[in-house]
């Protein structure tokens, strides 16, 4: 992981935020071709990231219909690959420390595809299972591929974190807006627009391939992976007992229970209102889209305050009066809608990411707060979809979900002020190398 310099700079985004799973002390920059081909890699990966989340919702009415399973049931089919986010990330650095990142990545691109494939049955043990399959190779890949990005492009971590984002962006949106046009393509068959998703997974993983032995062969005989490790071990503790610590990981997690609500239902609610089913998807797709340039503009202007909080509520407003212009606003007006929630949703998402640097004092306790916040959080956003269907089988009716989301949307904005306020969470870093052991407090109460 990249060592601060000896002052007393704040870490910035790109640098100190990504999970390094295998610890460097310094990352050598990739070059040349090699370089260019692990860029495209890296982003024909980072748009298989999403599409199994989001290409369920705007068919979601249709397997209901077929499969015969309830609000609730679908709701599971939506909570299960987000839980997966969460629990299955946890398990990503002791993988790439056994089969190196690279190969870690190209193993899961395979799992993804298999599992998307899986949900071309038309039953439910058949989605669920390929849900379940495809959310923990996601939930793995993910935590994997940033710190990827800072160790081989030190020098361009902006740049190529932008790219990543929009990555993640247009593969959402991109599966969000075609699922319903490649339905009708397949001859109504739900079933095999799930399933296509495999195939963009596969070429990802035929493009990957070359980059793995390599960087394998590079990190066990170059030092970097557990000869690194064994020179310099980090521990950082204090952070699970620190307020300050779960106040970001609470805004984290609310934030994505919301994203990955949006997700899952809000085109079947926009269908129940009377919109076509095409149509429902695009306006997911829209706003998805349209949280790139937020997701891009949001840190910078966040940033020039010491404290986040305004920024956090006017953006969980945003989100807000979107999620309520499309519940209940007259249909003609749904891209306004649509575009607030996208600017509210992509900001939140930055900001929240941002907000985990400024409240580290250095890269070590930024990275172990981020994976606090990223796999409690989506542990914990995993509730919002399940709690959806629940909520829209026992009233029969959309106007308690919109009661949740404004339920969901509050609290967030209240952590969101906590989280954003100008301090430093309380942790301390144990640094132990090979001739001894030294503890130094990174970072003080409040």
């Known amino acids: 992981m990249n060592k601060l310099a000896s002052d007393d700079r704040k870490p910035s ?81 002791r993988i790439a420390g056994r089969l190196g990142t690279e190969r870690a990545i190209l193993a899961f691109l395979v799992v993804l595809a298999a599992g998307t494939a899986l949900r071309g049955t038309l ?49 959402a949106a991109f599966a969000a807006g075609s699922s319903v046009p490649l339905q009708q393509a397949m001859g109504g068959s739900w079933p095999a627009a799930l399933a296509v998703w495999a195939i963009p997974a596969l070429v990802a993983a035929a493009v990957w391939l070359p980059t793995a032995p390599p960087r394998l062969g590079a990190a066990t005989g170059g030092g970097t992976g557990a000869a690194s490790a064994a020179s310099r071990v980090v521990k950082v503790t204090g952070l699970w007992r620190d307020p300050l610590a779960w106040q970001v990981t609470l805004y984290m997690g609310l934030q994505s229970a919301v994203a990955y609500m949006v997700f899952g239902w809000i085109a079947p609610m926009l269908r129940d209102r009377g919109l076509d089913p095409v149509m429902a998807g695009l ?90 916040a990223q796999s409690v959080g989506y542990t914990l956003a995993a509730m919002g979809p399940l709690g959806v269907g629940v909520l829209h089988e026992w009233a029969g009716g959309w106007q308690a979900v919109s009661t949740l989301f404004i339920c969901v949307c509050c609290v967030a904005a209240v952590f969101g002020i ?29």
Request: neutral net charge; contains cysteine; hydrophobic residues 55%.
């Open 123 to 171: 039953s439910f043990p058949g989605l669920l299972a390929g849900s379940i399959v495809a959310g923990a190779a996601i939930g793995i890949i993910g935590v994997l591929l940033p710190g990827l990005v800072k160790r081989d492009f030190p020098d361009k971590a902006s740049l190529m974190t932008g790219v990543y984002t929009m990555a993640l962006c247009a593969g």
């Open 283 to 372: 306006v997911v797709s829209c706003s998805i889209l349209v949280q790139v340039p937020a997701a891009l503009v949001s840190p910078l202007l966040a940033t020039r305050r010491p404290s986040q909080s305004v920024a956090a509520v006017l953006l969980m407003v945003s989100t807000l009066v979107g999620l309520l212009g499309l519940f209940h606003a007259p249909l003609g007006s749904v891209w306004i809608w649509a575009v607030l929630l996208g600017i509210g949703q992509g900001g939140n998402f930055a900001v929240a990411l941002t907000i985990i640097v400024l409240r580290s004092r250095d890269a070590h306790v930024a990275a172990h707060l981020s994976g606090m």
């Open 13 to 93: 985004l790109a640098d100190d935020l990504l999970i390094d799973a295998e610890d460097a002390p310094q990352p050598v920059p990739a070059r040349g071709p090699h370089a260019v081909l692990l860029a495209v890699g890296l982003m024909l990966v980072a748009l298989n990231l999403r599409p199994a989340l989001s290409s369920l919702g705007p068919i979601l009415p249709e397997v209901i219909r077929d499969t015969g399973i309830t609000a609730v049931g679908a709701s599971i089919l939506t909570t299960a690959p987000v839980l997966c986010l969460g629990l299955f990330g946890f398990m990503a650095p």
């Open 418 to 446: 906590a989280a954003g306020r100008d301090r430093h969470v309380a942790a301390v870093v144990a640094d132990r190398a090979t001739d001894g052991a030294t503890n130094r407090a990174t970072a003080q109460g409040s």
